[in-house]
T-cell receptor, first 112, second 114 residues
């Protein structure tokens, strides 16, 4: 089946630890995005990538890092520098910039 | 900075009532506009999109939206809502002036009472 796979669905980490969220797509899309969803705040863009080996910061990139070494993969690392990491994280991909995005099921990260 | 505003955070309607959800954006250039829906426990799905042409676009499940360029608006409408429309609705905008970032509004949580 074609689509976007985020894993795991639920993730628990201790405060001070870095954690990497996986996002894989087999849609052959060029663009990929990471969003954070918090109640009442909608989706806020963390990072996006329009092509392999290139990515740009979104509105709330501080405390996060990404890589785009392969077209199908766009992992997000939540570092210990992120002040409030507990949230629902959504990955999306699109055929190109400006086109509609397709979303994964999300990863709920809880930092204790 | 670019932004997308959704004015209604929570809306409660009875079945068969008409719906209009507001969406305004703050940047120029060529824009592509989207409405997404997130049903409880499900992932975001595209309701409709506008790239060019007729400013009144029709989407799935009887939804439609009108792009009014002079008002920087892209409001979502449905003539008669159903209980199954209970969900959170997000407006999103993509502009070539903003490096093709896809920016979302804060969302509107709709509850339809049976």
């Amino acid at each position: 089946d074609g689509g976007i796979t985020q894993s795991p669905k639920y993730l628990f980490r201790k405060e001070g630890q870095n954690v990497t969220l996986s996002c894989e797509q087999n849609l052959n899309h060029d663009a990929m995005y990471w969003y954070r969803q918090d109640p009442g705040q909608g989706l806020r863009l963390i990072y996006y990538s329009q092509i392999v080996n290139d990515f740009q910061k979104g509105d709330i990139a501080e405390g996060y890092s990404v890589s785009r070494e392969k077209k199908e993969s766009f992992p997000l690392t939540v570092t210990s520098a992120q002040k409030n990491p507990t949230a629902f994280y959504l990955c999306a991909s699109a055929p190109g910039g400006g086109t509609e995005a397709f979303f994964g099921q999300g990863t709920r990260l809880t930092v204790v | 900075a670019q932004s997308v505003s959704q004015h209604n955070h929570h809306v409660i309607l009875s079945e068969a009532a008409s719906l209009e959800l507001g969406c305004n954006y703050s940047y120029g250039g060529t824009v592509n506009l989207f409405w997404y829906v997130q049903y409880p426990g499900q992932h975001l799905q595209l309701l409709l999109k506008y790239f060019s042409g007729d400013p009144l676009v029709k989407g799935i499940k009887g939804f439609e939206a009108e792009f009014i360029k002079s008002k920087f608006s892209f409001n979502l409408r449905k003539p008669s809502v159903q209980w199954s429309d209970t969900a959170e609705y997000f407006c999103a905008v993509n502009s070539n002036n903003a490096g093709n970032m896809l920016t979302f509004g804060g969302g509107t949580r709709l509850m339809v009472k049976p």
